[in-house]
């Protein structure tokens, strides 16, 4: 199994500020990827971080709001840009060893003022 | 149409009974269905993979019908622990992104003594 950790665990924003949000995996791993949890709602793609190229986002998501890193096979980050109130919500981290099970991180839960 | 879809309940059962969740996806060629397990702020966690034959695991038994494009949870003998959302997700190729998860909105279950 892989353990994912996030930080930071929380945050609360001014709007029009930037937020970047670390995941850190404790093995290499092939996929990363990057969620968006409202309450509520069901996880919402954002983006799939590839290693060493640009990600690939998901219909809605774009880079200049959410630019994304990937320098190597356990380390991602995600940037929440000029953000707003809309923007408040939980983000997680999840990584994928080929076919085998899909592990989430614990969350980053934004709130954004 | 969304790909996954899921009754969210919520489902309020007393310890012991049985209950049953059930999810329909909507792209015939997906390949791989899983039910996770998301508690209150926390992030999801893989509880059983579904299998064409059916599978069971203890008291939680998952069972897959290709033709009707339908999978089902059910827990036998509910404790107060598996009090939880249940997140029904599907595993398919689309677009760009080879393999992504698609998430229903989770049937929350609550089990009271």
């Known amino acids: 199994s892989a353990v994912i950790s996030q930080k930071p665990s929380r945050d609360i924003c001014q709007r029009g500020t930037s937020l970047t949000i670390q995941c850190q995996v404790d093995?290499?791993?092939?996929?990363m990827f990057w969620y968006r949890q409202q309450p509520g709602q069901s996880l919402t793609l954002i983006a799939t971080?590839?290693?060493?190229?640009?990600?690939?986002?998901e219909s809605g998501f774009v880079i200049d709001k959410f630019p994304i890193s990937r320098p190597n096979l356990t380390f991602s980050t995600l940037t929440v840009s000029n953000m707003s109130p809309e923007d408040s919500s939980i983000y997680l981290c999840?990584?994928?060893?080929?076919?085998?099970?899909?592990?989430f991180g614990p969350g980053t839960r934004l709130l954004v003022l | 149409r969304k790909e996954v879809e899921q009754d969210p309940g919520p489902f309020n059962v007393p310890e012991g009974a049985t209950v049953a969740f059930n999810c329909t996806y909507s792209?015939?060629?997906?390949?791989?269905f899983f039910w996770y397990r998301q508690d209150c702020r926390k992030e999801p966690k893989l509880l059983m993979s579904?299998?064409?034959s059916g599978n069971e695991d203890g008291r939680f038994t998952a069972q897959l019908n290709r033709a009707s494009q339908y999978i089902s949870l059910l827990i036998r003998d509910s404790k107060l622990s598996d009090s939880a959302t249940y997140l029904c997700?599907?595993?398919?190729?689309?677009?760009?992104?080879?393999?992504?998860?698609?998430f229903g909105r989770g049937t929350q279950l609550t089990v009271w003594p």
């Open positions: 999840s990584a994928r060893q080929g076919s085998e099970t899909q592990y």
């Open positions: 997700v599907v595993n398919s190729d689309r677009g760009s992104t080879l393999g992504r998860l698609y």
């Open positions: 093995s290499q791993v092939t996929m």
């Open positions: 579904v299998y064409s």
């Open positions: 971080a590839n290693q060493g190229s640009e990600a690939t986002y």
């Open positions: 792209n015939s060629a997906s390949q791989s």
